[in-house]
Nanobody
Framework: QVHLVESGGGLVQAGGSLRLSCAVS????????MGWFRQAPGKEREFVAA????????YYADSVKGRFTISKDNAKNTMFLQMNSLKPEDTAVYYC????????????????WGQGTQVTVSS
C-alpha cells in the first residue's frame, strides 16, 4: 500500500498564505502523478493541481493558477502545495492523492488518498 498524510491546514485571513505538505510512505511502483484535490461542504471533490513524480511537470485548475504552486522533494518523499492570495472560496478539506500512468483531473482515477486537512479562509 501507499500511505499519504496531509498536514499544514488551518485558519487564515483572506489574502494570506498557507503551505500544505503530503508525506508519502509505503510501496510505490510505476509511473505516477501526485495530485491535490479539495472538497467544500455540499460540493463535489474538485481537482486543484498535480505533478509528475519523475519529471516534475505540473498542472493547475484555472481557479488557482497564479496563486497556488505545487512542488515536491523526492529525497524527503514529500509533496507541497503553496497557497498564496487565499480567498474565502478556497475554504475546503484538502486531500493529496496519487494516480498511475497519466495525469488526470478526475478524482475517480486516483487510487490512494490521504485523510484530508481543513483549510478555512475568513473574510
Amino acid at each position: 500500500q501507499v500511505h499519504l498524510v496531509e498536514s499544514g491546514g488551518g485558519l487564515v485571513q483572506a489574502g494570506g498564505s498557507l503551505r500544505l505538505s503530503c508525506a508519502v510512505s509505503g510501496n510505490t511502483f510505476g509511473w505516477r502523478y501526485m495530485g491535490w484535490f479539495r472538497q467544500a461542504p455540499g460540493k463535489e471533490r474538485e481537482f486543484v493541481a498535480a505533478i509528475s513524480w519523475v519529471v516534475s511537470s505540473s498542472y493547475y485548475a484555472d481557479s488557482v493558477k497564479g496563486r497556488f504552486t505545487i512542488s515536491k522533494d523526492n529525497a524527503k518523499n514529500t509533496m507541497f502545495l503553496q497557497m498564496n492570495s487565499l480567498k474565502p472560496e478556497d475554504t475546503a478539506v484538502y486531500y493529496c492523492a496519487t494516480t498511475p500512468g497519466v495525469m488526470t483531473t478526475s478524482h475517480a482515477n486516483y487510487d490512494y488518498w490521504g485523510q484530508g486537512t481543513q483549510v478555512t479562509v475568513s473574510s
